[in-house]
């Protein structure tokens, strides 16, 4: 299995892109993608948000799945509209501390994830 800068490279190799029309295709910035391809950010807590590893999915031809082990994140599930509406129903809901609390366990969740 490829991490993320190796998964870049393969990518650039097998399609003949540079960074430049990877970055194009995908809508990521060069620098972002310079920087997961250097190792700077590539995996770990400060590794790319969940958001941009689709959008380089998307752009790569890739499967998410894919993506998302290179860089070694859990891949988040996604969530209709109707779901969010009452998650956000219920988080408004509840009073500033225990919505810290919420905040707190969600974060530890996917730092456990992470690991």
Known sequence: MDDLAALIERVMDE??????????????????????KS????TGSRGPSPSLLRKFA?????????????????IPASM????????????????QADRSV???TMQAMIERQRS
């Open 15 to 36: 399609k003949d892109w540079t960074l430049s029309t990877l970055a194009r295709r995908s809508g990521i910035s060069i620098s972002t993608l310079h920087s997961w």
């Open 39 to 42: 190792g700077e950010r590539a």
């Open 58 to 74: 998307a752009g790569a031809g890739l499967p998410v799945v894919e993506v998302f082990e290179a860089a070694g994140r859990h």
């Open 80 to 95: 209709d509209e109707e779901s969010e509406r009452r998650f956000l129903h219920l988080l408004r809901s509840l009073d």
């Open 102 to 104: 919420l905040e707190a």
